[in-house]
């Protein structure tokens, strides 16, 4: 199977205990039905809880950026808040 991208790192110090991860990938993967698909996800899981957006089979890959890039621009904004909340 081919792999376009795959980044995979933790999210928290190494003496943590809890697991928070960040997965990108973009690839091929075997489907449940059997055979191959192209795969297009985020994944951030902290503990046993897990988010993961995908470009569903809807999505054209703008709309998929489209999804990261409010995403990114909604996170960024929540962090200059806690940033100026203190």
């Known amino acids: 199977m081919k792999t376009f991208y795959s980044k995979r790192i933790w999210l928290n110090k190494k003496n943590c205990v809890s697991t928070g991860s960040f997965v990108a990938f973009h690839g091929e ?13 985020i994944e951030i899981g902290d503990c046993d809880v897990k988010v993961r957006l995908h470009q569903t089979l809807n999505d054209k890959p703008t709309d998929f950026i489209a999804k990261l890039n409010l995403l990114t621009k909604e996170i960024n904004k929540f962090v200059d808040y806690l940033i100026q909340a203190g």
């Open 29 to 41: 993967l075997a489907l449940s039905k059997g055979g191959k698909g192209e795969s297009k996800f």
